[in-house]
């Protein structure tokens, strides 16, 4: 912070009352705040980060289960394989699964699929078991369970 002198643009201490390099009465000078360009990226970060993390994690899937409830092909998937990762959503563990997804009109294909299971259903989701699924017309990848 520093009283800039309207006469000759000398940087001078606050408290300075004449310039000290031309002499310039500096009583109507107001002190000038340093702008720290950091201050507006740190804001964009705060306010951004919290809704990366809510659209990534709660609107976005929530928009793409609503999308598959309404335009998905219905199909079966059979589990090749369960692995659990190592995320838990209200205690419930996430589970990746490996799926051979079959629907109408094409061979059977492989898909991932990574779901909370609750702890109860745990032990219906193991290798071999058959489920529904919904199935983006768009994108095969694309399902979850119906
Ligand atoms: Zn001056």
Known sequence: MAKICPNCKTKNPNKSEFCQSCGQD???VTVKRGFNPLIPIII????????F???TFFISPSMNDNYLDEN???GTAEILDAEQTQTYVNNNPEIKFTLLVSIPGREP??????????YINLAQVQPGAKYYVL?????????KFA
């Open 26 to 28: 500096l009583g109507s």
């Open 44 to 51: 964009i970060i705060i306010v951004a980060l919290p809704l």
């Open 53 to 55: 993390f809510i659209w």
């Open 72 to 74: 998905g092909i219905n």
């Open 109 to 118: 294909y492989k898909a991932n699929y990574t779901t909370v299971v609750p």
């Open 135 to 143: 199935v983006d017309p768009k994108n095969p990848q694309n399902l």
